[in-house]
């Protein structure tokens, strides 16, 4: 494992546990180098297939979904872990399902539902790509619904 400070490769695990959604193994880590700690995520990969709007198929990318919400989330106040946690949770959905090729659409509907549980800003600020709001009616449209549910 590479040291993220000095990018030294010797390291030592001082604490190791499921993360919650049990999907992920968290492992803390010391480098023996600079004796700083880091933590690291070890996932089974699957070969799960993206099935664009257009038709195209893609390999799953679970950063491009991490960045996605990630920039919904700017200047939030919502803690990495729920983030990571929100992630988690819908690759663990993804794998569940019976077949290895999903929809984009899934996708997007499964990063709305969680991010909308968390915060209703960063929820908007991703159905307004999600959902591709041309219109200030369609982004109030989905402003009022917020309102309406409370």
Do not use: H, W
Not at 105 to 121: N, T, W
């Amino acid at each position: 494992m590479l040291c993220p400070y000095c990018s030294k490769t010797e390291t030592k695990v001082v604490d190791k546990r499921d993360a919650e959604n049990i999907a992920s193994t968290r492992r803390r880590r010391e480098c023996l180098k600079c004796a700083k700690r880091f933590t690291t995520y070890e996932r089974i990969e699957t070969d799960l297939r993206v099935i664009k709007k257009d038709g195209k198929r893609e390999q799953f990318d679970r950063e491009k979904l991490k960045q996605g919400i990630l920039k919904s989330c700017e200047k939030r106040p919502i803690p990495n872990d729920a983030i990571e946690q929100m992630i988690s949770k819908i690759e663990v959905t993804l794998k569940g399902k019976t077949t290895s090729e999903i929809p984009s659409k899934i996708i997007g509907e499964l990063a709305s539902k969680e991010l909308k549980k968390k915060d209703k800003v960063a929820y908007i600020r991703f159905a307004s790509v999600y959902k591709d709001f041309d219109t200030i009616e369609s982004f109030q449209e989905e402003v009022n619904k917020l309102i309406k549910r409370g």
